[in-house]
């Protein structure tokens, strides 16, 4: 199998010429796609360019159509989409990507890799000759956290709602979550079936403010 990354609300693009760029991705029949939407990173040349009105990026409002025109015209070729980023032919869920979403562990192996053990996360070394160098003396990682029970489970709520097919199941802390699942449900942005909660399209338009219900 395989997978191609695109991207949407870059500077000069237009709901309209997107919407023609996802017949072109959707004609080449990739069992996955990931979409990303642009974030302008702070600190950085793009950055800049922006605040100085060189570059101009998309909207918020935009963004957000841009996001629902993938999702309507991605779906007519077949795909689900099951995670906020990602589309997949029936099948073909990325089983690495969706290791994230569920919390599981993973092992960083080389310069700038990260790491997590279910509850400790690990960054190592950037530079590859002060990696090569440190690693001689046995010492791998940059920086460390240890996550706290409160922060490891708000975490789970975070990574699984982005799950949009599956969402999460809020078992392992259902009392502490209890008045936001009631709040964002008269919201109408969550569907609840049992103790597991996922976003429907109004959720998804406002995710962020839904997680902050949950934090």
Not at 101 to 122: C, E, I, Q, S, T
Request: proline residues 3%; hydrophobic residues 40%.
């Amino acid at each position: 199998s395989f997978s191609l990354d695109f991207m949407f609300g870059l500077p000069q693009q237009t709901v309209s010429t997107w919407e023609d760029d996802l017949e072109v991705i959707a004609s080449f029949e990739a069992p996955h796609l990931s979409v990303y939407g642009l974030t302008v990173e702070p600190k950085t040349a793009l950055e800049r360019r922006v605040h100085r009105g060189t570059v101009n990026v998309a909207s918020d409002e935009s963004a957000a159509a841009m996001l629902f025109a993938a999702r309507r015209i991605l779906q007519t070729y077949g795909y689900r989409h099951y995670e906020v980023s990602s589309y997949a032919q029936p099948g073909f869920r990325a089983r690495h990507n969706s290791a994230y979403w569920l919390m599981k562990p993973y092992v960083g192996l080389g310069a700038g890799a990260h790491g997590f053990d279910g509850v400790r996360r690990w960054v190592n070394i950037k530079r590859p000759k002060h990696y090569i160098r440190s690693a001689g003396e046995g010492i791998f990682e940059a920086s460390s956290e240890t996550l706290d029970p409160m922060t490891l489970s708000f975490e789970r709520v975070m990574t699984g709602l982005r799950d949009l097919e599956r969402g999460v199941d809020l078992a392992f802390d259902l009392e502490r979550y209890r008045d936001a699942v009631e709040l964002e449900l008269n919201r109408g942005r969550i569907v609840q079936q049992g103790t597991r909660i996922r976003l429907n399209e109004l959720g998804l338009r406002f995710m962020d403010d839904v997680l902050l219900s949950f934090a």
